[in-house]
T-cell receptor, first 113, second 119 residues
Framework: DTGVSQNPRHKITKRGQNVTFRCDPI?????LYWYRQTLGQGPEFLTY????????KSRLLSDRFSAERPKGSFSTLEIQRTEQGDSAMYLC???????????FGDGTRLSIL | AQTVTQSQPEMSVQEAETVTLSCTYD???????LFWYKQPPSRQMILVIR??????QNATENRFSVNFQKAAKSFSLKISDSQLGDAAMYFC????????????????FGTGTRLQVTL
C-alpha cells in the first residue's frame, strides 16, 4: 500500500492557461474522488469515479473542468482557461468497494498568477 | 442537502491535557457515517475516527473518542493526553448511506478547527 499519489505537488500558472493534475489511487481501490479545498475551508466534493465511470459531478465542476479515469486506474483533472478563483488545493482520494473510508493524497496546490 | 458545522475555528490545549472539538450536522437521513479527519500542515489528510449512525456506542481509537448525540445531531471529538503531534486542522465529515449510485460515497466536510498544542 503506497498510498494515494498526486502530481504535481504545486502548479503555478498564468491566468488563461490550461492545467492538468494526475492522481494515482491505492491499487485495487475502484473508487476515486476529487475535492477542492480553498484557504480556510474544508474540502468540497468535485467528482467521483467508480472504475472508469464518472458517476457524480458537483455543480462546482464548471464546463472548464473535466476529469477522466480512462482505464479505471489513475485519473486526471484538467482545468481549461484558468481563472483566479481556481486557486486552491485539489485533493484526490480513493476507497475500495463498500463503506470503507477514503484515503487522501497530499494534494496539488494550484496558484494562478 | 447535508451540512456540517464546526463552530470553533481555533482551539488550544496544553500537552497531556484533554480537549474537545465540536461538530454539528444537519440531515434528514437516518443512516449515515460521521468522520473526523486530521490534516497536519502541508501533509495529507488522515482518518482519525469514524462513527456509524446506527450504532449507539461511541467510537474510540486509543486517545481519541467521540460523543455522538444522534437526536441533537452532534458529533464531538475528545482528544485525551494531548501530544505535540496532535497539532493540526481537524475536519468533521458526513457521508450518506443511501444506496443511490454515487450519492452515498462523497464526503461533506465542515470548515475545520485548528488545534494548537502547547508545552
Amino acid at each position: 500500500d503506497t498510498g494515494v499519489s498526486q502530481n504535481p505537488r504545486h502548479k503555478i500558472t498564468k491566468r488563461g492557461q490550461n492545467v492538468t493534475f494526475r492522481c494515482d489511487p491505492i491499487s485495487e481501490h475502484n473508487r476515486l474522488y476529487w475535492y477542492r479545498q480553498t484557504l480556510g475551508q474544508g474540502p468540497e466534493f468535485l467528482t467521483y469515479f467508480q472504475n472508469e465511470a464518472q458517476l457524480e459531478k458537483s455543480r462546482l465542476l464548471s464546463d472548464r473542468f473535466s476529469a477522466e479515469r480512462p482505464k479505471g486506474s489513475f485519473s486526471t483533472l484538467e482545468i481549461q482557461r484558468t481563472e483566479q478563483g481556481d486557486s486552491a488545493m485539489y485533493l484526490c482520494a480513493s476507497s475500495p468497494q463498500g463503506w470503507q473510508p477514503q484515503h487522501f493524497g497530499d494534494g496539488t496546490r494550484l496558484s494562478i498568477l | 442537502a447535508q451540512t456540517v458545522t464546526q463552530s470553533q475555528p481555533e482551539m488550544s490545549v496544553q500537552e497531556a491535557e484533554t480537549v474537545t472539538l465540536s461538530c454539528t450536522y444537519d440531515t434528514s437521513e437516518s443512516d449515515y457515517y460521521l468522520f473526523w479527519y486530521k490534516q497536519p500542515p502541508s501533509r495529507q489528510m488522515i482518518l482519525v475516527i469514524r462513527q456509524e449512525a446506527y450504532k449507539q456506542q461511541n467510537a474510540t481509537e486509543n486517545r481519541f473518542s467521540v460523543n455522538f448525540q444522534k437526536a441533537a445531531k452532534s458529533f464531538s471529538l475528545k482528544i485525551s493526553d494531548s501530544q505535540l503531534g496532535d497539532a493540526a486542522m481537524y475536519f468533521c465529515a458526513y457521508r450518506s448511506l443511501r444506496f443511490y449510485t454515487g450519492t452515498a460515497s462523497k464526503l461533506t466536510f465542515g470548515t475545520g478547527t485548528r488545534l494548537q498544542v502547547t508545552l
